[in-house]
């Protein structure tokens, strides 16, 4: 089990509003939610014959939620260009989907106040189930314009190579 030092200092949790989502090896730019990681196991109920009266039991298989990210509108395709590698209008038939390379490992972290990586999960095997380009118009709103991503994946795990940070102390000028 890995061993971790704490900062007897931080009292405070971290907050949920910053953070970063990388794939391909860069951040991907104007990321605004990422929803929840969330994993279920299924519980197999079984008894003894002997003991009519009492179930056991198991766990059964993991099940990984798929994970939403959102993003304001803007010229920027990376969202996009992930969503038709799953499948592509127009293409011919058995090759709408690009089986090559669909899937991508993703890396969310979360960042202390001073914007230091304080947390980072990798998530693995992600491809795009739903994409949303554009949200409903209205003319009598005044909403940013958000599109977003739908990840399958097949799970995901905390890096534990990335340690708690070393917060940076403000030095008055003198």
């Known amino acids: 089990m890995a061993e971790f030092t704490v900062n007897p200092t931080r009292f ?5 509003f910053k953070f970063r989502v990388k794939w391909d090896g860069k951040y991907v730019a104007g990321i605004s939610k990422v929803s929840m990681l969330k994993r279920t196991t299924e ?17 059964g298989r993991t099940e990984f939620e ?8 803007t010229h920027d395709t990376e969202f996009e260009v992930w969503a038709e590698k799953v499948w592509q209008l127009g293409n011919t038939a058995g090759s709408e989907v690009s089986l090559a390379d669909f899937r991508k490992d993703i890396i969310l972290e979360l960042l202390n106040e001073a914007g230091q990586v304080a947390i980072s999960y990798k998530v693995y095997r ?8 554009w949200p409903d118009l209205d003319a009598n709103a005044n909403a940013v314009a958000i599109q977003h991503i739908k990840l399958e994946n097949e799970g995901w795990e905390r890096d534990l190579s990335v340690t708690e940070p070393q917060e940076p ?3 008055p000028p003198t």
């Open 126 to 133: 992600c491809w795009v189930s739903e994409y949303q380009a």
């Open 66 to 73: 798929a994970i939403t990210l959102e993003r304001g509108v």
């Open 12 to 16: 405070d949790p971290y907050k949920n």
């Open 43 to 59: 519980v197999v109920k079984h008894r003894e014959g002997g003991d009519p009266s009492t179930s056991r039991k198991s766990p």
């Open 169 to 171: 102390t403000v030095t």
